[in-house]
């Protein structure tokens, strides 16, 4: 079936340090979301890719499709404590699929 | 903002015993899905629902699973016989269209003893 892994497990940063987390799929993606999920709390959306080599910015945060539609990526410039969470990816051939995760710990 | 809820917040149960949790979709929502997170592990999709059916759902999803929507509001989630094994936070989420946004309820933590 399908499966869609990411990269780093865990990362930690100093605050300021950029972070990058990276999302591989077995299979060609219709599209590709990212979630935050805080400890103790609920997956909450951050964005979805949709074209092939897309790439988008939230402050802080860019995302990148990539040409194959199979993976992504999450770049975080200049890390702030209120990073801190576990990134997940999730894509979707049929149902969505969740990647394992990124979690990062920011030290000030 | 909309919001999916889940009920209850945590609950325990013992071994063997059915368990049913609830969630009520944001009121426009057409697809529904169960996922379980194992503490400390990742999001694991459980199944969808769609037009009173399921949709899909994965190996996770054996016989002692099943999901209904009795009133056309809930989105219920039963276990028939639990395991210790089942101890996990279940989430509920629903979305408007296929390929949007999915929001996601603050989960139901089920403890098996």
């Known amino acids: 079936g399908q499966q869609v892994m990411q990269i780093p497990q865990y990362q930690h940063v100093q605050e300021g340090e950029d972070f990058t987390t990276y999302c591989n799929s077995s299979t060609t993606l219709s599209n590709i979301q990212w979630y935050k999920q805080r400890p103790g709390g609920h997956p909450v959306f951050l964005i979805q890719l949709v074209k092939s080599g897309e790439v988008k910015k939230q402050k802080r945060l860019t995302f990148q499709f990539g040409e194959a539609k199979k993976n992504s990526s999450l770049h975080i410039t200049a890390t702030q404590t209120t990073d801190v969470g576990t990134y997940f990816c999730?894509?979707?051939?049929?149902?969505?699929?969740f990647g394992k995760g990124t979690t990062l710990s920011v030290s000030s | 903002e909309p919001e999916v809820t889940q009920t209850p917040s945590h609950q325990v149960t013992q071994m063997g015993q059915e368990v049913i949790l609830r969630c009520v979709p944001i009121?426009?929502?057409?697809?529904f899905y169960w996922y379980r997170q194992i503490l400390g592990q990742k999001v694991e999709f459980l199944v969808s629902f769609y037009n009173n059916e399921i949709s899909e759902k994965s190996e996770i999803f054996d016989d002692q699973f099943s999901v209904e929507r009795p009133d056309g509001s809930n989105f219920t989630l039963k276990i028939r016989s639990t395991k210790l094994e089942d101890s996990a936070m279940y989430f509920c989420a629903t979305q408007g269209r296929v390929g949007t946004e999915a929001f996601f309820g603050q989960g139901t933590r089920l403890t098996v003893v």
């Open positions: 009121s426009n929502h057409l697809y």
């Open positions: 999730a894509g979707r051939a049929t149902a969505l699929i």
